[in-house]
């Protein structure tokens, strides 16, 4: 079995927020227990930003071309939607409309530090390239992954890298999946973060050919935060994508959060007109990890 494929196998109702607040650097996360016990739902959710006039574009490409199921549309007010897509028990969701106070470098996945890549698994090479040359697109460069499986690295509509892995006869879930490649400045900071705070559980190294690094995976159900270090002095992004966490209870986030001098992004606050309530917290690089809890609001969450 091919190593990505092996990656795939091992590895396992959101809502656009305030705006950022002060940018702190992270400190280290060692005290306490992590906040896993929390998470309600097994997978995290995804998003991407981009600006508003690649809207159409975007939204043709995740569903027509990736072949994702669009689900309900949230409208945010002020003419602002978060567009939803389900893959498995969890969601991409795309955001139009950059977030002022948050950085922005696509190019290449090891150009900068941040999220630089979401990697995806598909059972058919034919049907998915079929899509691509049918909407324009240029059929994906597949290379050899090993025993049958292979793997492209493409950009979506904004100019952000996807990692698409050809993964034939492989159990439904795998389909299911969504890897996240974060690119860390301070490797074992991150590691700690997403280890010992968020309490993802860590996976044997992986080595990835296509992206040239060797993932360090942090795994929760269906969704893996895979870590790698690459260059020194990289330009950051920070609002090109973020990870969302569907939790039992938000103020607990906070304050363990609190407790080990993680950076605030948007503190602990309520979306008006939802009963939702949430913080925003980010990780070493800037990463957005946001943390939401649905059904509640802030003065029944006291």
């Known amino acids: 079995m091919g190593k990505l494929v092996r990656t795939a196998l091992i590895a396992g109702a959101s809502l656009a927020a305030a705006s950022a607040c002060g940018k702190e650097p992270t400190a280290g996360a060692d005290e306490g227990p992590s906040v896993r016990a ?12 981009f600006v508003p006039e690649q809207t159409e574009a975007m939204v043709a490409f995740y569903h027509e071309v990736l072949g994702l199921k669009p689900l309900q549309p949230i409208d945010l007010g002020g003419g602002q939607r978060m567009i939803l897509f389900g893959i498995g028990g969890g969601q991409i969701k795309l955001a139009a409309g950059l977030k002022e106070g948050r950085q922005y470098h696509l190019g290449g996945v090891n150009d900068g530090t941040g999220i630089r890549v979401f990697t995806l698994y598909f059972p058919d090479e034919a049907a ?15 290379a050899d992954a090993g025993d049958g499986a292979r793997a492209a690295l493409v950009r979506d509509p904004g100019g952000f890298s996807l990692e698409l892995v050809i993964a ?28 010992d705070f ?4 860590e996976m044997p190294p992986v080595e ?12 929760h159900g269906a969704t893996t935060i ?22 039992s209870d938000v103020n607990a ?12 992004e948007t503190p602990l606050g309520d979306l008006p007109g939802f009963d939702l309530r949430f913080v925003w917290l980010n990780d070493p690089d800037g990463v957005t990890n946001y943390f939401a809890q649905i059904g509640v609001r802030g003065d029944d969450a006291e």
Do not use: C
């Not at 929390?38 to 930003?49: G, H, K, P």
């Not at 006869?169 to 490797?187: F, P």
């Not at 870590?227 to 990870?243: C, K, M, N």
């Open 168 to 195: 034939p006869d492989a159990a439904e879930e795998t389909y299911e999946r969504v890897d996240v490649g974060v690119n860390a400045s301070d490797l074992e900071a991150s590691r700690a973060f997403y280890r």
């Open 38 to 49: 929390l998470i309600t739902q097994d997978s995290m959710n995804v998003y991407r930003r």
């Open 198 to 201: 968020v309490g993802l559980d």
């Open 226 to 247: 895979n870590l790698w270090s690459v260059g020194e002095r990289l330009p950051a992004d920070t609002g090109s994508a973020g990870i969302q966490y569907v939790v």
């Open 253 to 264: 986030v906070d304050a363990n959060a609190k407790t080990r001098n993680i950076t605030v």
């Open 128 to 142: 998915l390239a079929e899509r691509f040359v049918a909407h324009g697109y240029s059929a994906p460069d597949f």
């Open 208 to 219: 990835d050919a296509l992206l040239g690094v060797t993932k360090l995976p942090y795994r």
